[in-house]
């Protein structure tokens, strides 16, 4: 069985955010890193239908790539289709990271900004290239955050739109937390303020068996900002899980 790291990526960029993971571990293990539908590399002519469709697609790519299962990593949005990957393909799922992220839906003021932010980006464009929310911590590095500024200028609006409005309908997914049955890593950083460590730690509490990791000096994009923590907070994970062994590349 050919088991690797399955990499979904936040909202609203793609599969570059990664960078840092992909370069540290791909000695490790196979990995794969996929654009949701209408990000990055992803067919522009389709655009992200729900949270339960990229998690559909992104099994699609494990297949592509010749892997029966995966440790399951997802950040921010990427952790919502962690959550739903889990509901429909947890066969495949060989462990799990959930990093700044939340298993509960969203309340309605929050859909209801998710659906303007949408109607907005289908009226002006991208505009997000200029209103970014806040994904860094004001001591982020001024290259960290230009490549997520030039990650999020590669996008178009119509793809974000739809992300946003696939969030916004998403499903509680806190009764699937108390479901899980593989080794777990929840991680949250000190300076999230889009889903600041609290409520990321109270999610872990309800997942039985897992490990709680909170990385000091980043923001919600915790592994751009403090790349070699996050590394090896996924490095010991996949130790943990029985997918990497020893301290030297395969």
Not at 6 to 22: I, S
Not at 29 to 58: C, E, H, M, Q, R
Not at 235 to 250: F, Q, S
């Amino acid at each position: 069985m050919a088991t690797g790291l399955l990499l979904l990526h936040a909202f609203p960029l793609d599969h570059d955010m990664w960078a840092p993971q992909v370069s540290a571990l791909e000695r490790w293990l196979p990995i794969v890193a996929p654009d949701f539908p209408g990000f990055g590399k992803a067919a522009a002519s389709t655009f992200l239908p729900t949270i339960d469709g990229a998690a559909d697609a992104a099994a699609d790519a494990l297949t592509r790539a010749g892997l029966d299962d995966a440790v399951v990593c997802g950040l921010s949005m990427g952790g919502y289709v962690a959550l739903a990957f889990w509901r429909r393909h947890r066969e495949r799922v060989a462990g799990m990271v959930l990093a700044n992220t939340r298993g509960d839906a969203d309340a309605e003021p929050a859909r209801e900004r998710r659906r303007a932010l949408a109607r907005r980006l289908r009226q002006e464009g991208n505009v997000l290239v200029n209103e970014p929310p806040p994904l860094l911590s004001d001591r982020a590095p001024a290259e960290v955050a230009m490549l997520v500024k030039r990650i999020i200028a590669n996008q178009s609006a119509q793809a974000i739109a739809a992300a946003s409005e696939a969030m916004a309908e998403r499903p509680d997914s806190t009764p699937n937390l108390r479901e899980l049955s593989v080794k777990a890593l929840v991680v949250s950083a000190e300076h999230d303020t889009l889903i600041p460590p609290d409520i990321t730690k109270a999610m872990a509490a309800q997942i039985p068996g897992n490990r709680f990791a909170l990385i000091a000096g980043a923001g919600h994009l915790s592994n751009l900002e403090q790349p070699d923590a996050f590394n090896e907070l996924l490095r010991e994970h996949l130790r943990r899980c029985g997918v990497i062994e020893g301290d030297r590349p395969r």
